[in-house]
């Protein structure tokens, strides 16, 4: 997946920087899921549905919620690295 990391995720060490993009990956999920929970992307009118859009719909949703993640996200991607971290500092 090519999210960007953060500044402070740069200078860390290399496991670092691989759970900072796995927590991204995350929150990109998150977000795709909740987009297509709001029927984002949906046509209407008589060029709505379709088996094209049922297929193809989710990489649509998937790049849009990369791209929100890219720009700065939620912040969820924020909180699942710190989880993570202290998980294997244990």
Not at 1 to 6: G, Q
Not at 8 to 22: E, N, S
Not at 47 to 63: H, K, Y
Request: proline fraction near 2%; hydrophobic fraction near 40%.
């Amino acid at each position: 997946m090519d999210i960007s990391l953060s500044p402070a995720a740069r200078l860390a060490t290399p496991q670092d920087r691989a759970l900072w993009a796995k927590a991204q990956e995350l929150e990109a999920t998150f977000l795709s899921e909740m987009l297509k929970d709001t029927g984002l992307g949906k046509s209407e009118g008589s060029f709505a549905g379709g088996i094209g859009e049922e297929q193809f719909g989710s990489f649509l949703r998937d790049e849009q919620a990369k791209l929100i993640v890219g720009r700065g996200g939620v912040g969820l991607a924020e909180q699942i690295f710190r989880s993570l971290r202290q998980g294997g500092a244990g």
